[in-house]
């Protein structure tokens, strides 16, 4: 029988952790603090690394695997934190609610 407290969602804060100058940033883009829906911490990180934009979205090809979202800040431990807010209002869906997620996380490299 599956948990039903899986599937509860909560409110999760997204903050830079590393200091600006962390040279961790260089692969990643800072992205400020967001707010998401989420069913844990983990899927937090992963609900806001998918609102970034990802190579398959654009005419590109990334140097390894097929996407780009492992390289997210938000699923980076030492970039950035993860904090729980409390239970999401009954109806929430999950998602980003708060904070504002650019879509110039991928940089060209070219000149």
Do not use: C, H
Not at 6 to 33: H, T
Not at 39 to 49: F, H, K, L, P, T
């Amino acid at each position: 029988m599956e948990d039903a407290r899986q599937d509860v969602l909560k409110i999760y804060r997204l903050r830079p952790l590393a200091e600006p100058q962390d040279p961790n940033w260089q692969n990643a883009k800072s992205q400020g603090e967001v707010v998401v829906v989420a069913r844990s911490s983990g899927d937090a990180r992963i609900v806001a690394s998918e609102a970034e934009l990802d190579f398959r979205e654009i005419d590109a090809k990334p140097a390894e695997g097929v996407t780009t979202d492992m390289a997210s800040a938000f699923r980076s431990e030492r970039l950035s934190t993860v904090i729980e807010e409390g239970p999401a209002p009954p109806g929430s869906d999950r998602g980003v609610i708060a904070g504002r997620i650019t879509v110039d996380n991928i940089i060209s490299t070219e000149l």
